[in-house]
């Protein structure tokens, strides 16, 4: 049986996730109190209704009860966010995905039982600035609280030099998954295999250790 979706709130974000997962072919059910908005996504989703998600009646009433899946995507109203995550929770609902305004309501998010917080103000903020720091990175993606995989062109400083001669896990305590070469990628490659000014690295680590190999390699 196909999927189902649900996105509740459709300002940017939900709207984003909302054409995207209708794009995909998927079977969405688009939801916000606001008629504009709704009316936007009439022909892009499967089904677009006003309503209140704080009003456990209508969300019932809407058979949000056969949703795999509910993407929370209200934006400043924090009270409405929790109490829908609350109410889908209660309803049974197996795969609650919320947005989050800040750490505060990610943690409330947390102990309600979303089972994905997001963030993507913060996280992108971050991706954005550690492509600022330096060209060379390509992004950036947090594993963890303190550890992260980034992704970087090698450029002048490691061209031409070889994993042992940099000497990477001993130096900076990461490791270099894979080496992306054109169309090719070389995964968990030889302490031996030179790099080429134009590949690009996956590297793992702790965000200390990575932050070194970043202000020394990169
Ligand atoms: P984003 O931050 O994702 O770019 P935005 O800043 O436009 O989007 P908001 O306008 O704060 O986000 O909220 C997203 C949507 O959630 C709005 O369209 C709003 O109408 C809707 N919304 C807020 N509360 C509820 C609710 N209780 N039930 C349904 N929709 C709601
Ligand atoms: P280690 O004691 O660090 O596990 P090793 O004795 O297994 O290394 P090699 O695998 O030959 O020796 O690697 C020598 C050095 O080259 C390592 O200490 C490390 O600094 C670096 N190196 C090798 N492969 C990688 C990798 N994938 N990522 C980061 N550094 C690497
Ligand atoms: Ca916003």
């Not at 908005?37 to 009646?57: F, G, M, P």
């Not at 795999?68 to 197996?94: P, R, Y």
Request: aromatic share 4%; net charge negative.
């Amino acid at each position: 049986m196909k999927k189902e979706f649900a996105v509740i709130g459709l300002g940017r974000f939900g709207g984003s996730i909302c054409r995207e997962l209708s794009r995909e072919g998927m079977e969405v059910l688009a939801l916000d109190l606001d008629e504009d908005k709704v009316n936007e996504y009439r022909d892009i989703a499967s089904h677009a209704v006003i309503a209140d998600s704080t009003d456990e009646n209508a969300l019932k009433e809407l058979g949000f009860r056969n949703i795999d899946h509910v993407i929370v995507a209200i934006g400043d109203n924090i009270q409405a966010s929790m109490l829908t995550t609350l109410i889908l929770k209660e309803m049974g609902i197996k795969m609650i995905t919320v947005k989050a305004q800040n750490d505060y309501h990610e943690k409330i998010l947390n102990k309600i039982g979303a089972d994905q917080v997001v963030h993507p103000e913060r996280d992108m903020g971050k991706r954005i600035a550690h492509n600022i720091i330096s060209n060379n990175i390509l992004d950036y993606i947090e594993l963890s609280d303190d550890h992260s995989v980034v992704e970087v062109k090698a450029g002048s400083k490691m061209s031409g030099r070889t994993l042992v001669d940099l000497d990477i896990r001993a130096e900076y305590g990461c490791n270099v998954v894979a080496i992306k070469r054109e169309k090719d990628v070389i995964v968990s490659p030889m302490a031996t295999e030179e790099i080429r000014e134009s590949d690009v690295l996956i590297v793992i680590g702790a965000d200390k250790d990575i932050s070194r190999f970043e202000k020394n390699l990169v």
